[in-house]
């Protein structure tokens, strides 16, 4: 039996090993911006976390994949020390290290961090501690068994989690609800920072937005690419503002014009 990504997945039957198990290598994408009270621990975890992923199809059909890891940190112009720790770390054979000498914004890291990725598979970790890599095998498994190329993590389908400010759930729901109406889908939480993707996906994506549009961009154009985007509970420990949290109602207004400008713009 033949098995391979199609633009909308596979739902893998027996037979199909030799495909999944081609999903060896994860880079985790890890976009840094004066973060030095929170990278070490946050650098701990993605290592401490079990890359083995459990791969179901029936009863009589089971197995695990287990990735190798490719931590690819893209200092974005940090000023708080975070750049010096960062230097430390050159060397460490799990590590990709980029240095931007000028602030980029979000977006911009991570399409740099992309370029520099070597992974079967990637996944957006943000530098903070509000995602937590143990749901690593989570929005894994969807991917290895072949139900989907892309997988989100939602903060709002019943995982633990931090009670968010009431006006930030409000435009984070209602973000999401104008990108289901504008691209026919059904996603719970479209600014999660958990984004799983393949190579594949990654590799047709063209991210040009460098700060807060860089959520939009990326779900506009795999939804516009024909991927659905499959969506799985996570926790999250939001930060408060004294803590670092460097969202916007101006961040907003971006994310709002960048679904628009992609919807109905070629």
């Not at 994408?29 to 650098?43: Q, S």
């Not at 977006?107 to 957006?124: K, N, Y």
Request: aromatic content about 10%.
């Amino acid at each position: 039996m033949a098995c391979h990504f199609g633009a909308l997945g596979y739902n893998a039957p027996t037979g199909c090993e030799e495909a999944i198990l081609k999903l060896s290598k994860l880079s985790v994408i890890m976009p840094v911006y004066n973060e030095m009270g929170t990278i070490a621990e946050i650098l701990h975890h993605v290592r401490a976390v079990d890359l083995k992923v459990p791969v179901r199809y029936d009863l009589n059909d089971n197995g695990v994949v287990e990735f190798e890891r490719e931590i690819v940190i893209v200092d974005d112009g940090s000023t708080d020390g975070t750049r010096e720790f960062l230097r430390t770390l050159e060397g460490h054979p799990d590590v990709v290290l980029v240095f931007h000498e000028h602030n980029q914004g979000k977006g911009g890291a991570v399409r740099t961090a992309l370029q520099h990725a070597s992974g079967d598979v990637m996944v957006i970790q943000d530098a903070d501690l509000e995602y937590d890599p143990r749901d690593y095998p989570a929005l894994l498994q969807p991917i290895v068994e072949g139900r989907s190329q892309v997988v989100y993590g939602s903060r709002f389908r019943g995982g633990p989690t931090r009670a968010m400010f009431f006006w930030h759930m409000i435009g984070n729901r209602f973000l999401t609800l104008v990108t289901n109406v504008l691209y026919n889908t059904i996603l719970s939480d479209m600014e999660t920072g958990y984004k799983v993707f393949t190579r594949d996906v990654a590799e047709q994506l063209d991210l040009r937005s460098p700060g807060w549009g860089f959520d939009p961009e990326i779900t506009a154009k795999i939804l516009r690419r024909g991927y659905r985007i499959y969506e799985v509970p996570i926790s999250y420990t939001g930060r408060e503002f004294e803590e670092g949290k460097k969202i916007s109602w101006r961040d907003g207004l971006t994310v709002l014009w960048t679904l628009f400008r992609l919807r109905f713009v070629r």
